[in-house]
T-cell receptor
Framework: DAGVIQSPRHEVTEMGQEVTLRCKPI?????LFWYRQTMMRGLELLIY????????DSGMPEDRFSAKMPNASFSTLKIQPSEPRDSAVYFC???????????FGEGSWLTVV | EDQVTQSPEALRLQEGESSSLNCSYT??????LFWYRQDPGKGPEFLFT???AGEEKEKERLKATLTKKESFLHITAPKPEDSATYLC????????????FGPGTSLSVIP
């Protein structure tokens, strides 16, 4: 099994630019989670989907953030416009059933200058 | 509000010196408690899931236990390769399947 696949692994962008992070969950998994990790705040849940439907987006910090899951094998997290305080590691994770193990991708390291 | 805290924030051990990490949680109906290990530059790696008070899980030098209010990760005779950040997470039955992580404990094992 290939695991959760994220791209890009690293991105450096200028303030004001649009950033799109991509995720391919493990095949057969019904839940997909987007987390953000910083030194100050740790791992924060931004949004999660069940069967491609957004269930809870209360962790999305601002309207500049949006996430979509057009099908079971692909999700995007978009930041528009980006700001320096958005610099963090963004993790995508998936699991097959509530209460079961959540598997994480390797993360997308975002730096906004 | 569902909450997870971990202590200590950082722990430095000599190789072979056993110790325990604590995870305290407040949730409305625990569906599952998870322990993860995270190495620098990597995503969290799953270690254990515990579902009910009294449950224990073991893997090599690690043993996780669960009570109604907290979980412990016991590390027996640690080695330098056990150095990592250990994260605790909980899933509450009433929180629409959210998984909330604690801040983690950074463990350093000195040879």
């Amino acid at each position: 099994d290939a695991g959760v696949i994220q791209s890009p692994r690293h991105e450096v962008t200028e303030m004001g630019q649009e950033v799109t992070l991509r995720c391919k969950p493990i095949s057969g998994h019904d839940y997909l989670f987007w987390y953000r990790q910083t030194m100050m705040r740790g791992l924060e849940l931004l949004i999660y989907f069940n069967n491609n439907v957004p269930i809870d987006d209360s962790g999305m910090p601002e309207d500049r953030f949006s996430a979509k899951m057009p099908n079971a094998s692909f999700s995007t997290l978009k930041i528009q416009p980006s700001e320096p305080r958005d610099s963090a590691v963004y993790f995508c994770a998936s699991n097959g059933e509530s209460g079961n193990t959540i598997y994480f991708g390797e993360g997308s390291w975002l730096t906004v200058v | 509000e569902d909450q997870v805290t971990q202590s200590p924030e950082a722990l430095r051990l000599q190789e072979g010196e056993s110790s325990s990490l604590n995870c305290s949680y407040t949730v409305s109906g625990l569906r599952g408690l998870f322990w993860y290990r995270q190495d620098p530059g990597k995503g969290p790696e799953f270690l254990f899931t515990l579902y009910s008070a009294g449950e224990e899980k073991e893997k090599e030098r690690l043993k996780a236990t669960l009570t109604k209010k907290e979980s412990f990760l016991h590390i027996t005779a640690p080695k330098p390769e056990d150095s990592a950040t250990y994260l605790c997470a909980v899933q509450a039955a009433t929180s629409y399947d959210k998984v909330i992580f604690g801040p983690g404990t950074s463990l350093s094992v000195i040879p």
